[in-house]
């Protein structure tokens, strides 16, 4: 026992430790995009994320977490509602005062027709075709560039400074401030050939009973499968939490933590003194207590 640790104790340590470096990496990238994430839900998705997503909300501050049915595969859901699209890319280093705009255009044409056949031959009708253009730009000799869009249609001398103040937009919105007097040059050439949108509706759930707070209340003790030890600093140490099936929720159905939910890709831990519900989309709700431990 070097560490003067119980088991359970330094268990819990690593656990939090994991935990904390999760939510000081989802703190930096909310507040580089200047938001706070105490006024914002956490959305938990994934095999593990609901397991920890209880701790990070606590650490962030956030008022609810939200776990939807089937967090497990929300990777999938993503592809299902992605448009079939192609990315292509040119390596083409210019100036852009210096620009050989045939070859850009070139390039450009030769991505686009490529897109254009690959989709064609997947069944996507010529008419619901997008072809997106942008260039890889940066201030020479910096190492790193930004994509920056391109407009549609032929690129020539004339267009100079329509592309150099885009890439200055860019630049200052990602960087708060424009590079040195330098020139601007181009790298890369890019285009994403896309179809439609495909059309993905999230269903609510039915229900036939006439009194649905009934129904709903009913369904918490029907998800029950019953209680093992659990550990939660808050409860000084194990206790006995309740265990739900996910799948017999009902809309509507409230329950507090300590509990734990399971599902067949996922589990959503909750803790002590937090409000669950389950919303017309089956989506599991709590609302924090934000009282962190």
Known sequence: DPLGLSIEEAAWGIYQIVSETMSNAARVHALERGKDP???????????????????????GSPALLAPLGAG????????????SFDFVRSWPSQLGQMD??????????????????????????????????????YVGQGHEIPVPLPDGPLHADLAPQLLAEFERVYQELYERL?????????????????????????????????????ANAS??????????????????????PIYDRYRLAPGATFSGPAIVEERESTVIVGPGATCRIDEQLNLVVEMNNTPS
């Open 101 to 138: 705009w045939t070859q850009a255009n070139a390039l450009l044409a030769e991505m686009e027709s490529e897109g254009q056949a690959l989709l064609e031959a997947s069944g996507v009708p010529a008419t619901q075709i997008t072809h997106r253009r942008a260039a890889d730009m940066r």
């Open 220 to 241: 918490v003790s029907t998800a029950r499968k019953g209680e093992r030890q659990a550990y939660f600093p808050e409860c000084n140490g194990y206790t006995n939490t």
């Open 73 to 84: 595969v929300m990777s999938t859901v993503g592809f299902l509602s992605a448009p079939l």
């Open 179 to 215: 590079g040195p007097p330098v020139p601007v040059e181009v790298l890369n050439w890019r285009v994403v050939s896309s179809g439609p949108q495909p059309e993905l509706r999230l269903q609510t759930a039915i229900n036939t009973n006439d009194d649905s707070s009934t129904d």
């Open 38 to 60: 105490r006024r914002f839900p956490l959305f938990a998705f994934g095999g593990a994320g609901p397991m920890h997503a209880y701790r990070l909300a606590l650490s962030l």
